[in-house]
């Protein structure tokens, strides 16, 4: 059975695939069908938005469809950036270097113990015929005082993994997609068709 990815990220498809492919499922990607969506994320959760991607691309090619919506929440800062991390600071933080200093500059004075923080992951399948698995997944760190480490992208040089020792951006993508939230949402989503086989 062919699934959509609502995605243009080749690494993305490369690790939701290895999941889906014990379940007979041939995972594209929506460019590679011809479709071009730009979905306003306009959900309340990342439950919200990641359903609102997923039913977009399904609805455009009639196929069933996986999306994710993730991002950062520091409790401290009452959850957010939340489910507004891709635009965190907006107007004036255009970049992923301009959001994580904002942060780092609310953060300021933040004592140490009270800095904790957890990546989340929301990863929702749709099928036309209406049936719908939602996986959740998360990875708990804290915000480090100041950036570390060359790997990753957004936030992942302020996320520190008290676990592993080491920031998302320190210790390379194979060891970071073993542990990270998007991994076990995918664990989940992979558990949820194991039980609805």
Known sequence: MRVVLASQNRHKLAEIQAILAPYDMDLVLQSDLGVKIDVDE??????????????????ATGLPAIADDSGLCVDVLGGAPGIYSARYGAP?????????????????????EERTARFVCVITLLYPDGRKLVARGSCEGMIALEPSGEDGFGFDPVFYVPAQGCTFAQMGA????????????????????????
């Open 42 to 59: 306009t959900g309340t959760s990342f439950e919200e938005n990641s359903e609102l991607k997923a039913r977009a691309v399904m609805e």
């Open 92 to 112: 004036d933080c255009v970049t992923d270097w301009d959001r994580l200093n904002y942060l780092l500059k609310n953060m300021r004075g933040i004592r140490a």
């Open 174 to 197: 194979e060891r970071k997609n073993r542990i990270s939230h998007r991994a076990n949402a995918l664990l989940r989503l992979e558990q949820m068709l194991e039980d609805n086989k």
